[in-house]
């Protein structure tokens, strides 16, 4: 074994130990959303912070710095495979950012990170800003101080634009902002021509009655068909209830939520697509990459890409519900007998701007993004402070969605983002639609017919094609080279525009 | 502040680290009992085998050795308070244990333990022991190196003495062999007796069949009964199934499992009372004590004998039944209409020799203790060897239970312990019953009439004493000075086995 083979082992090792503590971490938040009894809030804090404090100890080890060293100026460093130099950069990346984060910050952000989502709830469900803005300013403050350090490292134009690159690699605000203009035009336009239409579907039909229990068996059948497993003996997945759906785990214990409305099922139908999409994901990972950096999705914009194909070109399609009414016809007894194939198409897929980004439909979804982008830009370019948040919020709502806000909770405290402080994520669900049009484009190309085994109710070819292309090629690619290595192009907003324009054209006519 | 001061503040600060890190541990070992896809058990294992090895590192921290020099060695040592010199010795006997064991050994053990358990669950299905077998000599191997580490580091006289201590510090074995050949006599003469009486109890009201949608409302009951919080918006624990009942969390915290057969509800009613019983000491242990030493039970068997105090003292008494009969039978609607108190009572109290230990009533429960006992005293003394388990283990429970076992699933294979590597355990379960049998008796005194109250369905009295006089104590004493400071005298047998006369010879009529 030469040097550089056995340092490379070495910080595999390191690598793996970082891998099963992050895995430990995410069933341990896991938990704190779906089962903890509510009086252990305060030790789960303590626990969670603990586990950071851990990882970000171990990403910073100092032995690491070491091997990395050795192994960039080994003479035979050009001699390894591709999978050993992305391995060595997405080490040392994160080594050089996080090197230069002091614990203190890591830690005391991490303990802020529960105080304020905990506030956050109690100030949504209050209706009360004020009572919430003071520990938003907290969590916005540390993450300032996190992203000017770490514009230093990254050598990004903006702290912004450091924060950016945590979620989506390479990606700058400015180019960011040019895409979004394009896709803000294309989508107003499509908007208009919508609500213009002489005929608007009817949704009402979605807001039958249905018992929790029969939920729970739509949420199954739905597993089975995207071939997500949660019921074998061999079952690497689980569904469970949360306020906000999310997706967690890694590899062979990847975790769904969902949550029920009695008379919403399309919520939860949705829900359990879009973070389907996601499991699936991370469950296509090369096994032989498990506990290694290329074993993992290149950014939050890839995997919202996957979560938002199953959850909206597959789960929204013609073709998916010619399959799926008859078995949740079936599945609910006589309480959509009288509902056509047309009715349910047109009811999932209704436009109509919102002011709830959640319970956005997919043409206007973007522009709920568009707005966090430019208010995110804003606050950390210093135009805007925290206080100003509501009032610039409720402009922008009135100017591109045409919503008028009456308070808070359904206005800027309607996420947990920020509250988590996690800013900078928000463009990823925006450029997650602009990729996954440019993958659909691309797999249209591929299989045409693909749309035809999904009538079918099957699922394998498409999801095939998916694992082959991009699920299996993990970490490998910075996303903006790998949607160019997928597609043959760039980013570009055109596909999905495309998309939209065709399907929205036919179910509205015009 | 003193040097002394600012180190031992120093010292309970490591010691919280610790404390946090373990409760997190008990949250992915419950994980893995209840929620874990099946698929994970390998990345599950790495988990667990990473946190102990943490936990190893933390308790074995070089500074926590330098703080315990310097604050024993310390002029104003004396004047430490009792807590603070408690907190001191606990640290100090886990330092000086663990230090002594190599890291590897830790980490070894952990790892062999999830495959043995993993290995033991296939083996006890398929009723092959010589599946079982290289995977138990390896565990036993390895907590063979360990005990004979840990005998020279607290000086007891055997191995086998060093695994009980981590139990059930400052027994013996042959002090416990002593204790048990008293229990043994008298368990065998009583046992005789209701054998023998001309009336025995009609045990099959207990086989009806009970949906587990309503056994699960019965646990709930029970948990409200005994004022164990799963339901309010500040509940401190959750009732889960699990194939094997347990016990686990910390503080605000703490959960249980039970299982549910649908012709056995007595089987759920008892786990949910007995794991109840472990709950409420640990919810009940004082709150300023949380993340010291100090804030935990001292032993295994004095939680043992609040699991089986709730269990049995309370809940197969006849003044329980009188209170919970009536509420039983509104949950479960009319399938106990026809059942009288007197049915009842004499069912749940059952006297039969039976294979299975945690099927076993009050009374013959501690002889399948005693069989194990003696059998890790002679493996562990080079008696007997693993091969000559099943044929040991056979034996004994011909000659002590009567039974003919057929198959080694139902004999050397039916418990988990020995598979974990949790040799030394078993004696602290009768020696629960004897600590219990003490804490009874003065409970008798104080209270007279605490029966009752149990009787009007009210626990807050009975709750209330074993709150002063048990569970706030913590870990303040050695079990031994525990049950003499509680009852003012040293371990005894006398009163269990005085209070099994008193009930048996009514309930049998001898």
């Not at 609910?332 to 109509?352: E, Q, Y």
């Not at 903006?480 to 509205?508: A, C, Q, W």
Request: aromatic share 10%.
């Amino acid at each position: 074994m030469t040097v550089l083979e056995s340092d490379y082992g070495k910080l595999l090792a390191k690598y793996k130990d970082l891998a099963v503590l992050q895995s430990t971490s995410a069933i341990v938040g896991w938990d704190m959303e779906t089962k903890m009894p509510p009086r252990a809030i305060k030790l789960r804090s303590e626990q969670l912070a603990q586990l950071s404090q851990f990882q970000h100890r171990m990403i910073t080890d100092a032995e690491i710095g070491t091997l990395l060293a050795s192994i960039e100026k080994s003479p035979d460093y050009e001699g390894l495979p591709e999978v050993g130099k992305r391995n060595v950069h997405l080490i040392r990346k994160s080594y050089d950012e996080q090197t230069k984060l002091p614990e203190e910050l890591v830690v005391e952000t991490e303990r802020q990170r529960s105080i304020t989502i905990d506030v956050w709830k109690k100030a949504k469900a209050a209706k009360d800003f004020a009572l919430f803005r003071p520990e938003l300013e907290k969590i916005f403050e540390l993450k300032k101080r996190a992203a000017e350090i770490l514009m230093d490292v990254k050598k990004t134009a903006s702290p912004y634009d450091a924060l950016i690159d945590m979620f989506e690699p390479k990606i700058t605000s400015d180019r960011i902002a040019s895409v979004f203009d394009e896709l803000r035009k294309n989508l107003v336009r499509i908007i208009g021509k919508c609500l213009g239409a002489s005929s608007q579907p009817d949704v009402s039909v979605l807001r039958r009655n249905i018992p929790i229990t029969i939920q729970e068996k739509i949420s199954s059948s739905l597993a089975d068909l995207i071939e997500y497993d949660v019921t074998s003996k061999n079952a690497g997945g689980r569904i469970d209830e949360t306020e906000h759906p999310f997706t967690t785990g890694y590899y062979d214990d990847v975790r769904i939520t969902t949550h029920y409305y009695e008379n919403n099922v399309a919520s939860s139908i949705y829900s359990v697509l879009h973070e389907g999409g996601h499991a699936k994901y991370e469950q296509g990972l090369r096994r032989d990459w498990m506990y290694q950096p290329v074993g993992s999705a290149p950014s939050y914009g890839f995997h919202e890409s996957q979560s938002r194909f199953v959850e909206n070109m597959v789960g929204r399609s013609t073709e998916f519900w010619q399959y799926y009414l008859p078995r949740l016809k079936t599945i609910v007894g006589g309480i959509f007998s009288d509902v056509g194939l047309d009715d349910v198409v047109g009811a999932v897929n209704a436009v109509k701007p919102s002011k709830i980004r959640t319970e956005a439909d997919e043409v206007t979804y973007s522009l709920h993004i568009i707005i966090r982008f430019e208010i995110e830009r804003d606050l950390f370019g210093g135009k805007i402070t925290v206080p100003e948040l509501p009032e610039v919020w409720n402009q922008k709502y009135l100017e591109y969605l045409g919503q008028r806000i009456d308070n808070d909770s359904e206005g800027v405290m309607q996420d947990t983002h920020w509250a988590g402080g996690d800013f900078g994520y928000f463009p990823s669900y925006a450029l997650g639609n602009i990729y996954g049009g440019q993958i659909l484009s691309k797999l249209n190309r591929d299989i045409p017919d693909w749309r035809n085994s999904i009538e079918k109710g099957s699922y394998r070819k498409t999801d095939e094609w998916l694992a082959k292309n991009i699920y299996s090629l993990g970490n490998l690619h910075d996303p903006l080279d790998l949607i160019r290595i997928i597609t043959g192009e760039g980013i570009n907003v055109g596909p999905f525009v495309e998309y939209l324009e065709s399907k929205y054209s036919k179910l509205y006519g015009y």
